[in-house]
């Protein structure tokens, strides 16, 4: 086993892999860049070095040279490299290998056999795994292309061979779209990956992503059973589940096979994922799974198979990784039970799932449940890397059981200092559909607009922020609560920008009389604590003027400044600004252009994400204020409007 090793990554996976090291008596330097100097991962490992001049990953964790000099100056054996960054760089691994160190990880050849779509295809094709019908050869003419996809039947899907992400990939339903869609996809694909070969695949119908975990020695492969990644929002997985409902013993022997298959047929060393796109449409046919691509690294969802196996994946890199063999046979490997995962991002979901940023002022989760996180208490989810707070794991012996323990996870998790998409992840755990295993990468989509639908408090949680505000919740002397005579205060908060005065009467020290608006609710406290209305006093976090009451996911409040009445009343909807720190990916409009409300104005890209930033109103561009490849700043103007009424 290594003495020490070096993690080149950050977040939540660089404390993961820590963690086992740890465990195995292996030491441990993080590394980190500007903007993460006081870092979770920084402060768990034995050692830590400074990465590069910025923030950004091209200034810092994507930097191989030196992050290989730090592993050099600390006597690293062995290079983690967790996912993301350099995980799947085979320039990286050969560095690596050249300077005579452990890449904990597959070899730059099976990287690079698997890197493009279309010869990890043609690859599988080979050696007898199913693949996607449709066309992954050379010929990239549009007319060819457009040939190819009658042939194959539509709806057909276009994705960038050098793709990930869900980058430069689209649907077409017809034939009269085609050239279009190709037209996209490619510009897509040449900016997102410097290439813009495409391949074209018969678009599955109600399908689902199954992928199968796999762990070799270079010779030989065994899986790990499979993981249903099926609940997706625009091709990116948001809760994740092992193993797979509706999954039958044929079925998971034929992917199993099929997926060591793809390994040994690479020669692959470590964790591996083959990912399988499956038609869900009539229940799972051993004859209706093909293979989509495969990812050669630890994947974020790993947990749920560690949840359903007991096999700590990152103990098995290592042990690989150091020259021992498969740590355990094939038929020595069972399920136990069911787990779920669900990725806990800083986001603002009814904005259209907009990444945030944030001081972390609270946050906590339940005992019990596991919460993978790179970020603490007072912590900042900063706009350089991707806004993940935690991953919440849960594991039960039946799906059922599984289900209710991920939904109680996630009412009882408490987050504050952030916008977060925990009520979106609550209302997914409560989904019908999903409950009962009918799960296709459609069903977010179909059902958006309740599961996106944003929380709304009752009069009593405003109770509850009120009394946090007004210090009423401890008796103690300062506020008059010992007196028996009744007290009348009053505070002014607000609930998303819309301001409301909460009015109580102090009744003594164990009864409360508030009014707010037309409301009237009594709180009364009891030996357990507060009773307001029918609601017992849920937690409540407080930081400067925020007031966050822990209950439907958490309700931000803020504590209004009575001489600051019209801070709200800004946005006249002149300015599209960027909503965060980013790169102007492309501006649309023109000087004197006339636009409609909801028109795309320019397109941000900024936490791995691209933003179309929208006209707020109908009217005419006065001024363009960025440049395409400009880097701005949080609340930048980039195009101005003219004045509402004085438009041509
Ligand atoms: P998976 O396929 O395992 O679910 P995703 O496709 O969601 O993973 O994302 C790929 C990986 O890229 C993520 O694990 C993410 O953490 C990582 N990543 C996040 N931000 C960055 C960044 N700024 N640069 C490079 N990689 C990143
Ligand atoms: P990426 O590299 O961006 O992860 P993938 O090829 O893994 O791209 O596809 C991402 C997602 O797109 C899948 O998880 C699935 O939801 C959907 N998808 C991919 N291929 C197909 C297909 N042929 N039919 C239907 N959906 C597909
Ligand atoms: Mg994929």
């Given at each position: 086993?290594?003495?020490k090793i070096l993690i080149a990554n950050r977040g939540e996976i660089a404390c993961r892999v820590i963690e086992t090291a740890r465990r195995l008596g292996v030491r441990t330097v993080a590394v980190y860049s500007d903007a993460d100097r006081n870092a979770k991962h920084v402060a768990m490992a034995d050692e830590a070095v400074q990465i590069g001049h910025g923030p950004a990953p091209a200034d810092s964790y994507l930097l191989a040279d030196e992050i290989l000099a730090a592993a050099k100056l600390t006597g690293a054996e062995g290079i983690h490299p967790g996912y993301g960054f350099l995980s799947e760089n085979p320039d990286f691994v050969d560095k690596v290998e050249a300077a005579g160190l452990a890449f904990i990880g597959p070899s730059a050849a099976a990287i690079r ?536």
């Open positions: 086993m290594f003495h056999a698997m890197g493009l779509k279309d010869a990890a295809k043609a690859l599988m094709e080979e050696a007898g795994v199913p693949v996607v019908p449709g066309y992954h050869g050379r010929r990239q003419d549009a007319d060819f292309l457009a040939e190819e996809a009658g042939r194959i039947g539509y709806p057909v899907l276009i994705k960038a061979v050098a793709g990930g992400g869900g980058k430069g990939m689209r649907l077409v339903e017809d034939a009269a779209q085609f050239a279009d869609a190709l037209a996209s996809a490619q510009g897509e694909a040449t900016t997102a990956f410097g290439n813009p070969a495409v391949l074209i695949e018969k678009y599955i119908q109600k399908p689902r992503h199954i992928e199968v975990q796999v762990f070799g020695d270079g010779t030989s492969a065994v899986h790990l059973f499979e993981r249903d990644c099926s609940l997706q929002r625009r091709h990116q997985k948001v809760i994740e589940e092992a193993p797979a409902p509706g999954m039958t013993r044929e079925m998971r022997s034929a992917m199993g096979d099929a997926a060591v298959r793809a390994a040994e047929a690479i020669g692959y060393a470590g964790a591996g994922t083959v990912e399988f796109i499956v038609d869900g449409a009539d229940g799972l046919r051993t004859d209706g799974f093909w293979f989509m691509e495969m990812n050669t690294r630890l994947q974020v969802e790993h947990p749920v198979t560690e949840a359903i196996t007991g096999v700590d994946l990152v103990e098995w890199q290592l042990r690989v990784a150091a020259g021992e063999g498969l740590p355990s046979r094939q038929e020595d490997l069972h399920i136990t039970g069911h787990a779920f995962e669900a990725r806990l991002y800083a986001e603002d979901v009814p904005k259209g799932f907009l990444p945030a940023t944030g001081t972390l002022s609270h946050l906590t989760f339940p005992d019990g449940v596991r919460a993978d996180s790179g970020v603490r208490a007072g912590d900042t989810i900063s706009p350089w890397y991707d806004p993940m707070i935690a991953k919440v794991i849960v594991h039960g012996p039946t799906r059922g059981a599984a289900l209710r323990q991920l939904d109680d996870a996630l009412a009882r998790t408490q987050v504050a200092g952030t916008v977060t998409n925990l009520a979106f992840l609550g209302a997914l755990a409560r989904h019908r559909g999903f409950a009962a295993g009918n799960v296709d990468t459609g069903l977010i989509a179909r059902d958006l607009d309740s599961l996106a639908a944003a929380p709304e408090p009752a009069v009593a949680h405003k109770v509850a922020a009120a009394m946090v505000a007004l210090d009423l919740v401890t008796p103690h002397p300062e506020t008059g609560f010992t007196l028996w005579a009744d007290l009348q205060r009053s505070v002014t908060l607000a609930w998303q920008g819309t301001p409301f005065e909460a009015m109580v009467a102090v009744n003594g020290p164990h009864a409360q009389t508030w009014t707010i608006g037309e409301d009237r609710v009594r709180a009364v406290r009891l030996a357990h604590g507060w009773q307001i209305g029918d609601l017992g006093m849920p937690a409540v976090a407080r930081a400067g003027d925020q007031i966050t009451v822990f209950d439907r996911y958490g309700l931000t409040f803020t504590v209004a400044d009575p001489l600051d009445r019209d801070a709200g009343a800004l946005g006249d909807g002149n300015l599209i600004e960027a909503p965060m720190p980013g790169l102007v990916k492309a501006i649309f409009a023109t000087v004197g252009q006339e636009v409609k409300e909801g028109d795309r104005l320019a397109i941000l890209e900024a936490m791995k994400m691209e933003h179309s930033l929208l006209a707020a109103r109908d009217g005419t561009v006065a001024e363009i204020l960025a440049q395409t490849g400009d880097q701005v700043e949080a609340g930048a103007a980039l195009v101005r409007l003219e004045e509402a009424g004085t438009g041509a």
